[in-house]
């Protein structure tokens, strides 16, 4: 199911196989939190940008339209018209955000929707279901994302919850496979490691989650607050702690420094709303930094946002056309941002994966990071 091709240092190669295609990774999986990628950006645009995963979230989905919902209509895939893998979060983050609205507890946690008010409880098995009704690819285990700062003795009982949960969330989606009514019956499951910044808590629990033999391991409870020095401190250190022939998932990350330095340290699988978010707010990604076409230089440059790139906006439209939608409040500045800024991750994916095969990984990410660092 899952295969590592190649390997340069520790960056690897791989290939997965699942019931709704192939992933080569490493990938970055396109967020569409809501079941669409904010910015007006369908899924036929995802495909055009060369597009592998897609992620969406359980939590927000459960609220609105409603799980029940999305499975009456055949499932995720059916309801969004995407045939290729999809992964679900699962709502973990979300509900523990909502710190003033919830109430943790050994069964799962009590809180109240934040668009009407209603009470909600989703523990392990809940999440399990509402997943398996959205009938994603990769279902995640539900877990506690602790705040950050946490002292020790919150994040290890914190941690030792999450792996209780997490052995919950195996045997639910055992049964739930097995179900007649089940859309995807070959639904796959991701344990995720916690710990914070506390490398003792980080490794005792990746030998802990290994155990459970896992279709993948995520690490969470990142890019939450601490240091990029102390993230991939982390990533570093715990890694070499979970299964060698199974994906790694850096979850809510990032930038593409972080994943370039995040690659070299053996992750996978990434996912960050910074593409479509800064392109939302014209904010877009280039192999020469990042430029903000709201700013006046642009107003009369009649070049695309990168000249060597080969996405849907760089080969129809100039920076000065762009920026006159943007300030227009035009949706279509507004889209042709979010989908430059997606092709730029999924096409540095690709080189990465290219540059890993030809052994040269450290010599691309070097030339890479210092392209960003130059003005522009």
């Not at 969330?169 to 049964?175: I, L, Q, T, V, W």
């Not at 896992?214 to 690490?219: E, I, K, N, P, S």
């Not at 949706?331 to 540059?355: P, Q, S």
Request: with cysteine.
């Amino acid at each position: 199911m899952y295969k590592v091709l190649y390997r340069d240092k520790k960056a690897k190669s791989a290939i997965m196989e699942t019931v709704h295609g192939t992933i080569m990774t490493p990938v970055f999986m396109n967020v569409g939190t809501a079941a669409a990628i904010k910015g007006a950006v369908s899924t036929m645009d995802l495909k055009d940008i060369e597009t592998q995963v897609e992620l969406s979230n359980t939590y927000h989905l459960h609220v609105r339209p409603g799980d029940e919902t999305i499975k009456k209509l055949g499932g995720l895939h059916s309801f969004m018209n995407w045939d290729r893998p999809i992964l679900t979060d699962s709502g973990g983050f979300q509900v523990f955000s909502l710190a003033s609205l919830r109430k943790i507890k050994e069964e799962g946690v009590h809180f109240n929707s934040h668009i009407d008010g209603r009470k909600i409880f989703m523990g392990p098995e809940e999440s399990m279901q509402i997943q398996s009704n959205l009938a994603s690819t990769i279902a995640m285990a539900f877990d506690e994302c602790p705040p950050y700062p946490a002292t020790r003795e919150y994040m290890q009982n914190s941690v030792d919850r999450t792996s209780r949960w997490l052995v919950r969330c195996k045997a639910k989606m055992r049964e739930l496979n097995n179900l007649e009514g089940t859309i995807n019956k070959n639904q796959l499951l991701f344990g995720i490691n916690q710990g914070g910044t506390f490398e003792d808590i980080r490794k005792n629990h990746a030998k802990t989650i290994s155990e459970l033999d896992l279709d993948g391991y995520a690490l969470g409870g990142l890019a939450v607050g601490e240091s990029h020095e102390a993230m991939y401190n982390v990533i570093e250190e715990t890694v070499p702690y979970l299964p060698s022939d199974k994906p790694v998932y850096l979850m809510g990350v990032g930038t593409p420094e972080n994943i370039l330095e995040s690659v070299e340290r053996g992750v996978d699988f990434f996912d960050c709303v910074y593409p479509s978010r800064n392109g939302r707010h014209g904010h877009v990604y280039t192999n020469q930094g990042k430029r903000n076409l709201f700013n006046q230089k642009y107003e009369l440059d009649s070049k695309p946002i990168d000249e060597n790139c080969q996405c849907p906006a760089c080969k129809n439209y100039s920076r000065a056309y762009i920026r006159h939608l943007l300030k227009a409040k035009e949706m279509l500045g507004m889209r042709l941002c979010v989908i430059h800024n997606l092709y730029f991750y999924n096409t540095m994916m690709k080189e990465i994966r290219e540059a890993i095969k030809n052994g040269s990984f450290s010599k691309y990410k070097k030339e890479k990071i210092d392209g960003f660092n130059s003005k522009n």
